[in-house]
């Protein structure tokens, strides 16, 4: 993992566990740099993540403020962190309806912008929240890129193992988000009716030298997901 992101993580931790409680500017830069043992880029690119999560803002000249929390338990729309990041105080489960190798076929390479053939984990499995059905997840992951996936790593966070595990750095994602009614076998899974309604995030995730490795649809729970994004005046 880059280690801004090691630093955001860790001043995320300590802010919610009250550490600036009593206020609502972070320390100087200058503070910071010394406090995290960093580059001042290395912490304006943590400060960035969390800017971005709207859990910081920067006022110019004056310094980096805190926000207090108005939409807590959403999913960041601009965010590609894994699952349980968005819901570090809540528990969080996942269960495997299926995990099998493939070889892509051409909607498959087109999605993960591979060959047709190109070996492809298969995964297929459902979020719980709070033991609440929250999310069912039909993901595929380009083999030559993510050289193993077992149950054990797809019940626990994917996105962890790649990072940490395997040493990928993780770099931006399109996302696609849209509506759709659910079909028999999802409603059945989220535990709702047939054709109720649902939010779709579809996502191509690359790593940061710009190869595609994953390839996800997520259909959501409507009666549990939230979502946010921080809007800018350009």
């Given at each position: 993992m880059?280690k801004?992101?090691?630093v955001a993580?860790?001043?995320?931790e300590?802010i919610?566990?009250g550490k600036y409680?009593?206020e609502l500017r972070?320390?100087?830069?200058?503070?910071?740099?010394?406090e995290?043992?960093v580059?001042?880029?290395?912490?304006r690119?943590?400060?960035?993540v969390?800017?971005?999560?709207?859990?910081?803002?920067r006022?110019?000249g004056s310094?980096i403020?805190?926000?207090?929390?108005?939409y807590p338990?959403?999913?960041t729309?601009n965010?590609i962190?894994?699952f349980k990041?968005e819901f570090?105080n809540?528990?969080?489960?996942?269960k495997m309806?299926?995990l099998?190798q493939?070889?892509a076929?051409?909607?498959?390479?087109?999605?993960?912008?591979?060959e047709?053939?190109?070996p492809v984990y298969?995964v297929?499995r459902?979020r719980?929240v709070?033991?609440?059905?929250?999310?069912?997840?039909?993901?595929y992951?380009?083999?030559?890129?993510i050289p193993y996936?077992g149950k054990?790593?797809?019940?626990a966070s994917i996105?962890?193992?790649?990072?940490?595990?395997l040493?990928?750095?993780?770099?931006f994602?399109?996302?696609?988000?849209?509506?759709?009614?659910?079909?028999k076998?999802?409603s059945e899974?989220?535990q709702?009716?047939?054709?109720?309604?649902?939010?779709?995030?579809?996502e191509?995730v690359?790593?940061?030298?710009?190869?595609?490795?994953n390839?996800?649809k997520v259909?959501h729970?409507?009666k549990?997901?939230?979502?946010?994004a921080?809007?800018?005046n350009w």
């Open positions: 880059r801004y992101r090691l993580d860790q001043l995320l300590e919610t566990h409680k009593d972070l320390p100087i830069e200058e503070d910071l740099i010394t995290y043992s580059s001042r880029n290395t912490l690119n943590a400060v960035d969390l800017v971005d999560k709207s859990i910081l803002y006022v110019q310094g403020y805190i926000r207090k929390p108005i338990d959403t999913i729309i965010s962190r894994g990041e570090k809540k528990k969080i489960q996942s309806i299926k099998e493939l070889k076929d051409e909607e498959i390479s087109r999605s993960l912008q591979c047709i053939g190109t298969f297929n459902i719980y709070e033991n609440e059905p929250f999310s069912i997840e039909y993901s992951f380009n083999k030559n890129i996936l054990e790593i797809a019940e996105y962890n193992y790649i990072e940490h595990d040493k990928l750095s993780i770099g994602a399109d996302k696609y988000i849209y509506v759709e009614k659910l079909s076998l999802d899974y989220l709702l009716k047939e054709e109720d309604p649902s939010m779709v995030t579809e191509t690359f790593l940061s030298n710009g190869k595609v490795f390839h996800s259909i729970n409507y549990y997901a939230k979502f946010f921080l809007a800018k």
